[in-house]
């Protein structure tokens, strides 16, 4: 069992390659065909826990779309996530399917995107992972501003996932899934690779 400050057992579970396979081959006009891949920065570069993230369609996993790095830190009880932006991705892109190119990155590399924080809680059976309230976390897209609403979880079996982005003045939805959140499951375990 696991309790609300296991930085050990969220990071043993976020690190992985995950795919919402099913979920799009029973609903492809909805859901494109995701991986999310997560593996652990090593310890020697990044003391403090933190983890690496790509996530790319399945047909161009060497050219993902997303890659941040997430730090997990316990504050006041409970475990937090930051989010932070590579300073130059594309030197680092499928650092997440290459030990090699993931022992390259630094803390110099990186760079936090103020107002992503994320507040993490233990359910009793899973993590749930919320943007701290407040409409902080800002993202431009179709050269739209917007802000962030999301929610994750997860547990052994599954990542679940919604992250969607509305208009600050009208809360009216800009991006994001329009049908739900995505179901993810682990293809492979990277939980061995954590080292803290
Ligand atoms: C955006 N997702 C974001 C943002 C944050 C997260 C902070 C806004 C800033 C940014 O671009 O990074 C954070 N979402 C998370 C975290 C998790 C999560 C930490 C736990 C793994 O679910 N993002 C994912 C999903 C996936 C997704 C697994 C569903 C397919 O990690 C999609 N998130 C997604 C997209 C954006 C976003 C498409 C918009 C990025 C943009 O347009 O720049």
Same mark, same amino acid.
């Given at each position: 069992?696991?309790?609300?400050?296991?930085?050990?057992?969220?990071?043993?579970?976020?690190?992985?390659?995950?795919?919402?396979?099913?979920?799009?081959?029973?609903?492809?006009?909805?859901?494109?065909?995701?991986?999310?891949?997560?593996?652990?920065?090593?310890?020697?570069?990044?003391?403090?826990?933190?983890?690496?993230?790509?996530?790319?369609?399945?047909?161009?996993?060497?050219?993902?779309?997303?890659?941040?790095?997430?730090?997990?830190? $316990?504050?006041?009880? &409970?475990?937090?996530?930051?989010?932070?932006?590579?300073?130059?991705?594309? !030197?680092?892109? %499928? /650092?997440?399917?290459?030990?090699?190119?993931?022992?390259?990155?630094?803390?110099?590399?990186?760079?936090?995107?103020?107002?992503?924080?994320?507040?993490?809680?233990?359910?009793?059976?899973?993590?749930?992972?919320?943007?701290?309230?407040?409409?902080?976390?800002?993202?431009?897209?179709?050269?739209?501003?917007?802000?962030?609403?999301?929610?994750?979880?997860?547990?052994?079996?599954?990542? $679940?996932?919604?992250? &969607?982005?509305?208009?600050?003045?009208?809360?009216?939805?800009?991006?994001? !899934?329009?049908? %739900? /959140?995505?179901?993810?499951?682990?293809?492979?375990?990277?939980?061995?690779?954590?080292?803290?």
């Amino acid at each position: 069992m696991s309790h609300a400050t296991d930085l050990k057992t969220l990071a043993g579970w976020m690190c992985a390659d995950f795919s919402n396979q099913e979920q799009a081959f029973e609903n492809p006009p909805f859901y494109a065909h995701i991986r999310v891949c997560i593996r652990p920065l090593p310890i020697a570069n990044f003391p403090e826990p933190s983890l690496f993230l790509e996530q790319a369609y399945d047909y161009a996993l060497d050219q993902p779309y997303r890659v941040r790095v997430l730090r997990l830190k $316990i504050i006041e009880g &409970r475990m937090e996530l930051e989010n932070y932006k590579l300073k130059d991705q594309e !030197s680092f892109l %499928g /650092a997440a399917r290459d030990q090699k190119k993931l022992k390259e990155i630094s803390p110099n590399d990186i760079e936090l995107m103020g107002g992503c924080d994320m507040f993490i809680n233990w359910t009793g059976t899973s993590f749930k992972g919320v943007v701290k309230p407040g409409k902080n976390c800002r993202v431009t897209r179709k050269g739209r501003e917007t802000y962030l609403d999301n929610s994750f979880e997860i547990d052994e079996e599954k990542l $679940i996932s919604l992250d &969607r982005g509305y208009d600050p003045v009208t809360n009216e939805l800009v991006w994001g !899934s329009v049908a %739900g /959140a995505f179901h993810f499951k682990r293809r492979q375990s990277f939980a061995n690779e954590v080292e803290f």
